[in-house]
Nanobody, 118 residues
Framework: QVQLVESGGGLVQAGGSLRLSCAAS????????MAWYRQAPGKQRELVAA???????NYADSVKGRFTISRDNAKNTVYLQMNSLKPEDTAVYYC????????????WGQGTQVTVSS
């Protein structure tokens, strides 16, 4: 069983920066993919960025050039550096991870609120 614990959310003015962290614990498995999703009020949850254990990453078009995802495999931790934040980035941000051993096992964190004021 894997537990994901996010931290780093908060309130920031437009144009500011925040760094989210998500630490995985409870198992020593190698997580194939770690990712960040977000869900704004009244909207569907959407992928923000994802990164493989090998370091390959992809981003939603809306955050390209502003957000950077990275991970520390030794610490089983993924980070999301968010710069040039906009009010439309306001959402609950969720950490997501999965690994494959015979079948896919996936996990979600509890979410952390990010609020960007204009």
């Amino acid at each position: 069983q894997v537990q994901l614990v996010e931290s780093g959310g908060g309130l920031v003015q437009a144009g500011g920066s925040l760094r989210l962290s998500c630490a995985a614990s409870g198992s020593r498995v190698s997580l194939n993919v770690m990712a960040w999703y977000r869900q704004a009020p009244g909207k569907q949850r959407e992928l923000v960025a994802a990164i493989t254990s090998g370091g390959s990453s992809n981003y939603a078009d809306s955050v390209k050039g502003r957000f950077t995802i990275s991970r520390d495999n030794a610490k089983n931790t993924v980070y999301l550096q968010m710069n040039s934040l906009k009010p439309e980035d306001t959402a609950v941000y969720y950490c997501y991870a999965w690994y494959f051993v015979g079948k896919k096992y996936d996990y979600w964190g509890q979410g952390t609120q990010v609020t960007v004021s204009s």
